[in-house]
T-cell receptor
């Protein structure tokens, strides 16, 4: 069974600073993928970044990077140069092997508040 | 492109009523999913589909049913609504298993 743990219910960061949102996972499958999604207060879900378990380098997408530490089973999201618009709930999710139809298990989320 | 379109956005049901949540995508994605999000929680998978004519249960399928007659449409049917089904429902689609989901805007359902 897959499990995602996000231990930070809420985080605060000053505008223009970097912030790290924690995510640990548990799986016995050697092949898996990790995702981060953003949910603003308006409620929609937005895909941010993806990391495959066999990817050699950490994924980056603009101001988002995924700090993937396989041995520690962690997949932390780093947001650089925070902006007020980054205030939202952030969810870490994991998919299983390719044969698992892309089904994802989600964590309970971290609420990020960016202070001006 | 519209992406993933969900209707309705809001609905109040009485206990025992039934309804269908509609979901349509125009990206020709084979993979489609229905999740529910309870307050302050992450998403839980209800049903999923890997292509037209193929559906399967997720983590919390009881009280729901789906069909996938076309690539574009993946409606979710609630039979005999119960207060425990009060939630926000998201439909999502994906081009491939290693791609992120494209989500619909969600349906906020209240069962009273």
């Amino acid at each position: 069974a897959q499990k995602i743990t996000q231990t930070q219910p809420g985080m605060f960061v000053q505008e223009k600073e970097a912030v790290t949102l924690d995510c640990t996972y548990d799986t016995s499958d050697p092949s898996y993928g990790l995702f981060w999604y953003k949910q603003p207060s308006s409620g929609e879900m937005i895909f941010l970044i993806y990391q495959g378990s066999y990817d050699q380098q950490n994924a980056t997408e603009g101001r988002y990077s995924l700090n993937f530490q396989k041995a520690r089973k962690s997949a932390n999201l780093v947001i650089s140069a925070s902006q007020l618009g980054d205030s939202a709930m952030y969810f870490c999710a994991m998919r299983g092997p390719y044969t698992n139809a892309g089904k994802s298990t989600f964590g309970d989320g971290t609420t990020l508040t960016v202070k001006p | 492109n519209a992406g993933v379109t969900q209707t309705p956005k809001f609905r109040i049901l009485k206990i025992g009523q039934s309804m269908t949540l509609q979901c349509t995508q125009d990206m020709n994605h084979n993979y489609m999913y229905w999740y529910r999000q309870d307050p302050g929680m992450g998403l839980k998978l209800i049903y999923y589909s890997v292509g037209a004519g193929i559906t399967d249960k997720g983590e919390v399928p009881n009280g729901y049913n789906v069909s996938r007659s076309t690539t574009e449409d993946f409606p979710l049917r609630l039979e005999l609504a119960a207060p425990s089904q009060t939630s926000v429902y998201f439909c999502a689609s994906s081009q491939a298993v290693d791609h992120g989901y494209t989500f619909g805007s969600g349906t906020r359902l209240t069962v009273v």
